[in-house]
DNA sequence: TCCGGATATTAGACAAAGTCCAGATTGCCG
DNA sequence: CGGCAATCTGGACTTTGTCTAATATCCGGA
């Protein structure tokens, strides 16, 4: 993806271009998550942005996060049973968790290959694959 | 792993070998996974120990999935944000999660090959490995 | 400009999964 | 039997996420 300034007139553009009408907490929402280029959960995209005061509910945060996924501006990541985290980066990657910190980071897909895979039950379709590698700091 | 009967007496010696002080509730438990070679929930788990009458707490059900897992009995699998899965099946291998109704089923992991990895960050040891291909019904 | 409907947002009640704790039980050993 | 350690328990609590009914905002047309 071409680099850009993820300022919030360009998040605008970005939402209008996933089809997807560009309100106020819409755009801060989006600018918290593709600004830092970082995995978060909706409690840390709720944190970012209130921090000032109160701005955007709960219930906004998860609903924005929910129609984000569907239209396809960002990724589910669940690697941890307690939340699930968002990836602005949509393209074909997988990823690296260190257990003891919860910190996760990309592994590019490019040089990384899966082969042999049993083929799918009949009528199925590939929703997605997701490979994860545990890591944790050695003892 | 050779093939048995997952009789309550052979649970006593799996979790003795295991380290596990073999108690009534911990037996049933390690019965309900092994017996049924499925991946189950606490909930799941919780609501099979208890059918005919309450047997054993919420509490220890969690506690117990947690130490088998610390002993290495069982496996955590990650797929759901809503659930944590508890697979009996420690030999290696991958999932494959039907989205649409949650069955959740081994894709063994002799003929699947990963290659390519990036190295680890320095210091670091991989946990695991989870591969998960998330499958949907076709439209 | 004003109106009306569609779209968004909100507070707060609610639900589900999981944790925690202090007290009761159990099992074992002398 | 008495006592100690390990285990189990009910129930309160926390966290993440969902739902709902009411309100606010936006926008196009008269």
Redesign the interface.
Known sequence: MARMHYTRDNMAGLLRSHDINPTHQRIEIAHALFSRQEHLSADQVMAIVNTRHSETSKATVYNTLKLFLEKGLVR?V????S??FFDPNTSPHHHLY??DTGRLSD??AE????????P??A????????????????A
């Open positions: 589910e669940i690697v941890d049973p939340k699930v260190e257990v592994i590019d040089q990384v290959q899966i082969s042999g895979l049993p799918l039950p009528g199925m379709v590939t929703e997605g694959i997701d490979l994860i590698v545990r890591v944790r700091r050695k």
